[in-house]
């Protein structure tokens, strides 16, 4: 577990990381500088209709590039890379034609008439955006991991770039589609020729077999990648039924995650799953639970603090971010904040290295129907504050049906299955660090003064605690001490 943190994956950690900070400060000039109205149809287009989109359309020909590409000979994987960008290229366009097509209907379905003209000119980044899906897994099997990253901080900043400069220069929402398009489109040229360029054109040929082989394999791997997907939308799909754009933008800005807490979880679970595969196959279950319990343990003392910090100052940096106009959202966001410590959990990559897929989309699918009934139930019965309840409730039962997969898989009592102890001492390590965080804040009057006090009060207690309580043991420390040594060297190179 020393080495659990690759180069390869610190690197995407490092580009996912910036491009969360970067599009979290888009929210914020994009809240100061836009009218609410526009705010709630921007986040419309983004989040409840470009997310959903894309993921269908994609097909899940992205993924199938790590499986075909890594297995196949060196005459064939030309073809795989080359069919997969064209056949995504052919994708987006589809998707454009659909999304202008259908403008007026989605407009009046919403009853938002602005979407008849912000969608036509939207779907051009939508055709972008879906036709350079395969970048990150490509660039990856390229052994091209800081261009991945690179790329991901360029695609923040260039949403950035084409929705605040736009709104600064007193230009309307359609001004800033039309920068984002024309973006999206230079980002396809960019990276479609650095992909060009690990072609093997002396073995390219394409091949209808080889084709429908991939597609056989992306069709329901993209059906399952979807189905997550939209149940992680279904409040932002639902909720502009029922709110004016004005409110929804206060709902879309509140209701959202720690920006790099999933980053963590997600890739510290695709490191450890080729070694969960590999144990499985040889039958050993207890270094198998070892792995995983350690990963998860490891995972908790970064998310469980999160969790705890912003639970307790997000009265204040919630409007010291996104402004007393969207106060409103602060407990959005506290009800989301309990989402976070679910992403140290990892059970999704555990099934997946187990081979069980198929049950991993029989829980998705349940968790999508009953992600738009209880949203749409919770709307009615709790209100504004109701969908990320339901949302947070669902969320949990889903991981309620993998842990007992998991210990049926294995074979193991409860007891087993889930390091309780160690994970408890976590918890009220970052519960007790977390107090002392809250009454930090009460203290100084300013909220950016009290939120720095409440940050180093927090780390000040919490990582005592931590030695105190033997979480963290010589492995950790290890792995601090090498990676201190690592940054000395970098700054002394400078």
């Known amino acids: 577990m020393s080495k659990l943190l690759s180069d390869k994956a610190a690197h995407l950690m490092a580009g996912e990381g910036a491009g969360a900070v970067i599009r979290m400060v888009t929210r914020m000039v994009l809240v100061r500088v836009m009218l609410q109205e526009q705010v709630g149809l921007w986040q419309m287009l983004m989040q409840t209709i470009n997310g959903p989109v894309v993921s269908i359309f994609a097909l899940g020909l992205p993924g199938s590039l790590i499986y075909f590409v890594s297995r196949s000979k060196k005459s064939e994987r030309s073809a795989y890379i080359a069919q997969a960008m064209i056949a995504l290229f052919v994708l987006g366009v589809l998707a454009c034609a659909a999304l202008v097509i259908s403008a007026p209907w989605i407009a009046a379905l919403y009853d938002k008439p602005e979407l008849a003209g912000l969608l036509p000119l939207f779907s051009l980044f939508v055709l972008f955006e879906i036709s350079v899906t395969?970048?990150?897994?490509?660039?990856?099997?390229?052994?091209?991991?800081?261009?991945?990253?690179?790329?991901?901080?360029?695609?923040?900043?260039?949403?950035?770039?084409?929705?605040?400069?736009?709104?600064?220069?007193?230009?309307?929402?359609?001004?800033?589609?039309?920068?984002?398009?024309?973006?999206?489109?230079?980002?396809?040229?960019?990276?479609?020729?650095?992909?060009?360029?690990?072609?093997?054109?002396?073995?390219?040929?394409?091949?209808?077999?080889?084709?429908?082989?991939?597609?056989?394999?992306?069709?329901?791997?993209g059906f399952s990648s979807a189905v997550p997907a939209i149940a992680g939308r279904a409040d932002k799909m639902i909720m502009p039924f029922y709110l004016p754009a004005e409110r929804f933008a206060v709902y879309s800005i509140g209701a959202m995650q720690v920006p790099f807490a999933e980053t963590i979880g997600t890739s510290i679970a695709t490191v450890i799953s080729p070694r969960i595969a590999v144990m499985h196959r040889d039958g050993d279950v207890a270094g198998l639970l070892k792995l995983w319990h350690d990963a998860t343990i490891r995972a908790s003392m970064f998310l469980l603090p999160v969790f705890t910090l912003f639970m307790a100052v997000s009265d204040k940096v919630f409007p010291l971010l996104f402004t007393n106009k969207y106060a409103d959202g602060v407990w959005l966001f506290r009800i989301c904040l309990f989402g976070v410590p679910m992403f140290a959990l990892m059970q999704g990559a555990v099934l997946a290295a187990l081979g069980r897929t198929k049950f991993i989309l029989g829980v998705s699918a349940c968790r999508t129907v009953l992600t738009i009934g209880a949203t749409i139930a919770s709307i009615h019965l709790i209100g504004f504050y109701g969908p990320p309840m339901a949302m947070v409730a669902v969320g949990l039962l889903a991981r309620a049906a993998m842990f007992c997969r998991i210990k049926r898989e294995l074979k193991?009592?409860?007891?087993?299955?889930?390091?309780?102890?160690?994970?408890?001492?976590?918890?009220?390590?970052?519960?007790?660090?977390?107090?002392?965080a809250w009454g930090a804040s009460r203290v100084l009057p300013g909220m950016l003064e009290a939120c720095l006090l409440a940050g180093v009060v927090m780390t000040a207690v919490y990582v005592p605690l931590l030695f105190a309580f033997g979480a963290i043991d010589e492995k950790d420390r290890e792995l601090i001490r090498h990676n201190w040594k690592r940054i000395r060297r970098l700054f002394r190179r400078k």
């Open 134 to 221: 395969y970048t990150r897994r490509l660039f990856v099997l390229y052994e091209r991991t800081l261009l991945a990253a690179g790329l991901i901080i360029m695609d923040s900043v260039g949403l950035l770039v084409c929705f605040a400069v736009p709104a600064l220069l007193g230009e309307g929402l359609g001004t800033c589609v039309r920068w984002l398009g024309a973006f999206a489109g230079g980002r396809m040229l960019f990276t479609t020729i650095m992909a060009l360029q690990g072609l093997q054109w002396g073995n390219l040929r394409l091949s209808w077999r080889l084709f429908r082989r991939q597609m056989a394999y992306a069709a329901p791997l």
């Open 412 to 436: 193991v009592d409860w007891a087993e299955v889930w390091p309780v102890r160690r994970w408890l001492a976590v918890l009220s390590v970052a519960l007790v660090s977390g107090a002392a």
